[in-house]
């Protein structure tokens, strides 16, 4: 599937081996952003990629509040437009896993919202950093 897809929350189920129900559960728990027709939620490459990190951090027996407080210390959890700067693939200073690409390390805490403002890379100049707070069910 291309860089384009969307995914049913069934075809994500199928992707990741779990139940749908453990893919809504964990939504309620770790914000994501899938777009919706009347009847279904459609995800995207990045929504994969993030659910595949939720599941990681299960398999490491964290619990989905903590998984919660864990994705909201990610300020690009919902961009989907992260500058390369973001990650490297060496681990500096309190860097933390990228939940992008495995083998990556995020590279900005909390205190950096503002860095997408300032980035070179960031030809608007403009770009909006989505504050994440803990959904509750």
Not at 38 to 63: C, V
Request: hydrophobic share 35%; charged share 25%.
């Amino acid at each position: 599937m291309g860089s384009g897809s969307t995914y049913t929350v069934e075809d994500l189920a199928g992707l990741l081996a779990v139940n749908p129900r453990s893919i809504r559960t964990w939504e309620r728990y770790a914000p994501l952003s899938p777009s919706r027709t009347k009847t279904k939620r459609l995800y995207t490459e990045n929504d994969l990629k993030r659910l595949s990190f939720i599941q990681r951090l299960l398999s490491k027996a964290l619990n989905l509040v903590h998984i919660a407080d864990y994705v909201a210390l990610y300020p690009c959890w919902l961009r989907d437009d992260r500058p390369l700067c973001m990650s490297k693939a060496m681990r500096e200073g309190c860097a933390k896993p990228c939940w992008r690409k495995i083998g990556m390390f995020c590279q900005v805490s909390l205190d950096q919202q503002d860095m997408c403002y300032k980035c070179r890379f960031n030809k608007a100049r403009g770009a909006t950093v989505i504050p994440l707070s803990r959904r509750t069910a």
